[in-house]
């Protein structure tokens, strides 16, 4: 089944990788969004129906933590898996990831295997 | 894994962490850029005219940044979008920005103190070489040289105390 998924990172680059990425993991994909911070994605998310949101850490305006802090307040978004990709590796940031409402955790650098063993469990709620 | 105090009271040059940048840049160049770097037989000076910077800040303070020619940066640029050289434009800042902070986050998550202690600022990118750069580090920049796709392509971190 394809699915709409949201890709919110600050770097445009990373966004286009992370969702050839996706593809390569084989998870068809209808549409993609894209936002640059967490602010952005909640704007997308208002206007957007999605069904995986793959996100940074660190972003200017509102970080990656924040924004899933706030996603409850989006009423067609609030249970939206979300996946984290970021550089913080630390099992901290894992800890407060999951903690805050994310269901995935992948460190950058990463494998396209990596995305699929991390956000295909996520699909098929397993996670 | 080698924790940063122990590290840090082993060798107060920190000559010890050089292996874990060159390890964390190979590993994001294999992932990320889809290619190998190589030791240099010997090192060209070339002049390497684009400069990507990330501060490093908290149980470690410092600057590691990743120097190349303009052509290496727009070669990484279209190997990570999967593009065509002369399709990339403006990306190129953005993606060794993004080379760099990745390098970064992986060296930092090598060395156990500091994965937790120490917090990533957004990348800076300069291009041009007319410029001097004065940093406060009070030791010599810990320096990695290898070969980007035959060019060549510097890691450096600079420690402040």
Known sequence: ?127 | MKTASRLMAANDSHENWIPFIDMAAREVFELMVGCQLTVPESYEEVPLDVTAMVGLAGQLCGVLSVRCTGKAASLMASKMLGVDLDKVGSEVSDALGEVCNMVAGNFKNKISGLSEGCMLSPPTVITGSDYDLHSMADSPALEVRLLFEGTPVQFSLQIHS
């Open chain 1, 1 to 127: 089944m394809a699915i709409r998924a949201l890709i919110i990172d600050d770097s445009s680059v990373m966004r286009k990788i992370v969702e050839r990425s996706l593809r390569q993991a084989g998870i068809d994909l209808s549409e993609v969004f894209q936002a640059g911070n967490g602010a952005e994605a909640l704007g997308v998310l208002k206007e957007n129906v999605v069904d995986l949101i793959l996100c940074d850490i660190n972003m200017p305006v509102m970080d990656g933590l924040e924004f899933i802090k706030q996603l409850p307040s989006v009423e067609n978004a609030k249970n939206v898996p979300v996946v984290m990709i970021t550089t913080e590796g630390s099992e901290a940031h894992v800890v407060q990831a999951l903690s805050c409402g994310a269901r995935g955790y992948i460190r950058k650098p990463f494998t396209p295997e990596q995305v699929k063993e991390h956000v295909i469990p996520v699909l098929a709620g397993k996670s």
